[in-house]
């Protein structure tokens, strides 16, 4: 093995985060939006002011990572966590976002996504998140949990 693949194989170093804020919700459309709200409500509580343009591209990610798991769990009536942490890497803070449902057996499409065509009614969650978000994927945790997280670099 060379020296450079070692390098790429070593774990990034960990971040210490700031804060953390995780809940369980219902996997309803109640919850959805009760994520949504508790999310701008922490971040303004975290001088992330709640009309910023941070605030509303965290809003919109919370929103579609929760929907999503409303979509895949609610009908079996398993909630999701959110869990939301703020960190000081060099040179400024960062959100991370992870919303953890019960439907390990609903991967993401392994296909980017891409454009919905205008007449379907669903399908436009992941790529508003793609939009909005610095990074982002998804992580099967064990045979029952996955977890979709993303990460927004924040100006101040």
Known sequence: MNPHTQ?????EPPQAPLETF????????R???LARLL???WLDERAVPYRSTPSHAAALIVAELAANAVRHCGNIGRDFRLCLT??????????RVKVTDARADKPLP???????VAEEESGRGLLLVDAL????GDRVNDPITKTLWAELDLPF
């Open 31 to 33: 919850g959805a939006r």
């Open 39 to 41: 999310a701008t409500q």
């Open 133 to 136: 978000a610095d990074r982002w």
């Open 7 to 11: 390098e790429i194989r070593q774990p």
């Open 110 to 116: 392994p296909e980017p996504p891409r454009p919905s």
């Open 86 to 95: 703020l960190s000081e890497p060099a040179p400024g803070r960062r959100l």
């Open 22 to 29: 995780t809940v369980q919700l219902s996997s309803t459309r």
